[in-house]
Nanobody, 127 residues
Framework: QVQLVESGGGLVQAGDSLRLSCAASGRTFSRYYMGWFRQAPGKEREFVAAIRWSNGGTRYADSVKGRFTIPRDNNKNTVYLQMNSLKPEDTAVYFC????????????????????WGKGTQVTVSS
């Protein structure tokens, strides 16, 4: 099994920056991708960003393009979500997710394509 542990959430003001971390441990795959999703109260979980570990290819939701990035640290098996210019509408529980990359193609954005999930970390952006 793969364990994913998020950290770095908190309460910030609009316009601030915040960096989330997701450390992976346990079973490893030769090829895999990792992503970030978020879920606001009363809403479905939605895709935020993802990265293919083998070549660093990334994908972002339109709502965060230009503000968020998803860097990684290969040595630490850690993926980050760097969030800049935060808005109140970014308020949500943020989840880290991952899965083996067997199909290739574009990095997936559907929750159904990710088998491994962290427990989430709360991000609250005040106006």
């Amino acid at each position: 099994q793969v364990q994913l542990v998020e950290s770095g959430g908190g309460l910030v003001q609009a316009g601030d920056s915040l960096r989330l971390s997701c450390a992976a441990s346990g079973r490893t795959f030769s090829r895999y991708y990792m992503g970030w999703f978020r879920q606001a109260p009363g809403k479905e979980r939605e895709f935020v960003a993802a990265i293919r570990w083998s070549n660093g290819g990334t994908r972002y939701a339109d709502s965060v393009k230009g503000r968020f990035t998803i860097p990684r640290d290969n040595n630490k098996n850690t993926v980050y979500l760097q969030m800049n210019s935060l808005k109140p509408e970014d308020t949500a529980v943020y989840f880290c997710a991952g899965d083996s990359d067997t199909a290739g193609g574009v990095v997936p954005t559907s929750t159904r394509r990710y088998d491994y999930w962290g427990k989430g970390t709360q991000v609250t952006v005040s106006s």
